[in-house]
């Protein structure tokens, strides 16, 4: 039998240490409301790459010749390819079950795979009836030009690679079978071949025989298609399923999968940088000032602006596990919000033991679920702790467990922030305790429940 716990936004049953059940999203409040947070950060950054991509498209396409109308079809079908790529990388390569308690990470990554599938059925037939007029288009402008053969292999591994994905998508309608990762492997391969094939072929009609383009292009065009992809993942498909499956295995399994990923964006970023650059050297030479007096350089100047807000936000985002689909993607409030907290905690109770975690992963938890377990029911833990990712990780581990956390505060900024917290024992009998500190906060003619009244989770 679980207990019921009221918090500050809503009760919540908590009985042993598994899966979370979360309310719906449209709810104030609940679990999933305080420990997945509203992502700001990652959503601008996928408005700023598809923003540079398309961009860059609009400079493709009108450099080949090719009417303006073709251009937000061709970004269509460049963006579902990189969301069909993106998410084969993200589902090949990143998603593992390296947790101690892989029943709760299997039933994340089986909800990842299923959602992802169902995005990729809508995706998949769009990108391919958007590509269809450019690839017509491209076909006749490539014979007038002689680069015939071009064409040719770039049609014939965008086919490939479409009947790759349609056969991963429509062969698992009923199960998803995360872990049966071959066939995705495999069509991420052939959709990176789509896109590299695809970008000499823009190449050639470009920039005719400059060979460094055949190389250059195709860099540029794959990085800027994972990225979209993963991006489209993170936001759509990992946090929805976090949040359908909330359980503390699942918050560090999507924080490791998360650190993966932002491994390859510092590939990504350094490689759109340096390709974008040297093609466009040829619109404006190396003279910045001057490239302003046209409009293409404008739209050149204009794309490594964004990309050079995403480097912003790539550093401004915290670059390690605070950066979790878990209440810690890049909060921007979170970054501006230091040590308001402190009020809150200089009215909250005094603590009876004080434990120095500073230094140790993920805020030492064993350390305090051993110094809890040699405390009574009711009795307050000062922690201090030096791990970021605590801030979210710990009020999900406390609530879990049974435990209340009255109040927390952060000292400091960054690589040199302390944080602390007041937590308060629950416990086998907790139920008693509870009883007695609600009666005590409670008024004169009310009467409270079997609840564990929670002061807060402190200020925001």
């Known amino acids: 039998m679980g207990t019921t716990m009221r918090t500050a936004t809503g009760d919540l049953e ?3 240490p598994g899966p979370v059940a979360a309310p719906p999203a449209s709810g104030s409040g609940g679990v999933a409301e305080r420990y997945i947070n509203r992502y700001m950060l990652p959503r601008v950054a996928l ?6 991509s398309l961009a860059g498209i609009y400079l493709t396409l009108r450099m080949q010749g090719a009417p303006v109308e073709l251009v937000p079809l061709r970004w269509l079908q460049l963006a579902g390819l990189g969301v069909l790529g993106g998410g084969c990388l993200w589902w090949g390569l990143f998603v593992r079950v390296d947790d101690a308690e892989a029943a709760a990470v299997n039933r994340y990554a089986t909800e990842a795979a299923r959602r992802f599938l169902a995005l990729a059925r809508v995706v998949l037939p769009l990108s391919l009836l958007a590509g269809l007029p450019h690839l017509f288009w491209a076909g006749r402008q490539a014979v007038r030009e002689g680069a015939w053969e071009f064409w040719l292999v770039a049609a014939a591994t965008l086919l490939v690679a ?12 009923r199960e998803p079978r995360w872990a049966e990762r071959r066939p995705v492997r495999a069509t991420l391969v052939l959709v990176i071949a789509a896109l590299a094939a695809t970008g000499a072929l823009d190449a050639r009609l470009v920039f005719g025989q400059w060979l460094p383009a055949l190389l250059l292009r195709p860099l540029h065009l794959v990085a800027f298609a994972l990225w979209i992809g993963g991006a489209v993942w ?3 498909v990992a946090i929805p399923s976090a949040r359908a499956t909330l359980a503390i295995p699942v918050v560090v399994a999507a924080a490791r999968q998360l650190e993966r990923f932002r491994a390859w964006v510092r590939v990504f970023l350094p490689l759109l940088v340096l390709t974008g650059l040297a093609q466009a050297v040829p619109y404006t030479g190396w003279d910045p000032v001057g490239a302003l007096a046209f409009w293409p350089g404008r739209l050149i100047l204009f794309k ?3 990309i050079g807000g995403l480097v912003i936000i790539f550093i401004t985002c915290p670059l390690w596990r605070a950066c979790s689909p878990i209440r810690g993607m890049c909060d921007l ?8 907290a402190a009020t809150a905690v200089a009215a909250a109770p005094a603590a009876h033991r004080r434990l120095d975690s500073r230094g140790r992963s993920c805020a030492g938890f064993v350390h305090i679920q051993r110094e809890l377990e040699s ?19 710990l009020p999900a581990w406390l609530e879990l467990n049974g435990h209340v956390l009255e109040a927390r505060e952060r000292r400091g900024f960054w690589l040199w922030a302390t944080y602390r917290y007041l937590i308060r024992k629950g416990g086998a009998n907790r139920e008693a305790g509870a009883a007695g500190v609600a009666a005590a906060e409670a008024g004169p003619g009310d009467h409270p429940r079997e609840e564990v009244a929670a002061v807060g989770t402190g200020a925001r």
């Open 333 to 340: 409030q979170e970054l501006t919000l230091m040590g308001t």
């Open 304 to 306: 490594l602006g964004l």
């Open 375 to 393: 405390m009574a029911p009711g009795e307050i833990l000062e922690l201090l702790s030096s791990d970021p990712i605590s801030w979210w990780e």
């Open 234 to 236: 993170n936001l759509f």
């Open 14 to 16: 908590v009985g042993r």
């Open 47 to 52: 408005t700023f790459i598809s923003l540079a």
């Open 162 to 173: 479409y009947a790759s994905a349609g056969t991963l998508l429509w062969t698992r309608r």
